[in-house]
């Protein structure tokens, strides 16, 4: 397996945005007089798109008032987006080991292209990565392959040669539908063994951990018994 570019899922992979994202829901929910939550409940609502969290947060709402949630949740998220996230710990020095290694980068991740680019400019290299692909009205969500499609021919490589990097279930039936191989990372918002399920090519605990699988002669997975516990970054 010849590895030659990767392609990054953004929210749990590279930036922790789960203190941003519960912060701003739980600020809407209780405005419309709902039940808060926790923020171990909103980890697992988050990566599939803003309706998909909502209807998941907010069970039995008509339209107008999932169409107002929605808005109101738009409006405080665009406000409050990098007050709380974080770069995960290893990911900078992730990013700069695959670039020193010549191969090209993208993010493709469901959040809205606007905010996408913000959190990018505001924690990340932005430099490092040839292109930003989130989400734009009129286009599917992953797991629909669209956007990762287009990430791979803007860098002009091959969907087998992309590596689809991601820490959700969602990440890794984008990767299948689009032809790419995955890496499933174990420090984000999925749960392992929904992840393990989806039988990645690789799947590693720590982020220097996925540098073995641009290694054509280690294509092996890259978890080990010293690895980070799920949850402790």
Known sequence: MDIRAVL???????????????WCLNHVLSLHGLRTLQPEEVRGMIGGGVAAMLERAA?????????????????????????????????????????????????????????AERVVQGLLPAQRFAAVFGHRPGERLKPAPDIALQAAERLGIDPGHCLFVGDTPIDLLTAKAAGMPAAAVGWGY?????????RPQFHCQQPLQLLRALHPEQLRHCASQSATPIGSL
Request: proline share 4%; aromatic share 6%; charged share 25%.
């Open 8 to 22: 990054f899922d953004l929210d749990g992979t590279l930036v922790d945005t789960l203190p941003d994202i519960a």
């Open 59 to 115: 069970v039995g709402l008509d339209a107008e008032q999932c169409q107002r949630l929605h808005d109101d949740y738009s409006s405080c998220y665009h406000d409050n987006l990098v007050r709380r996230s974080r770069v995960f710990p290893g990911c900078i020095g992730l990013i700069e080991r695959i670039a020193g290694k010549g191969l090209p980068m993208a993010l493709v991740t469901n959040k809205a292209q606007t905010l």
């Open 190 to 198: 999925g749960e392992w063994q929904a992840l393990l399920e989806q």
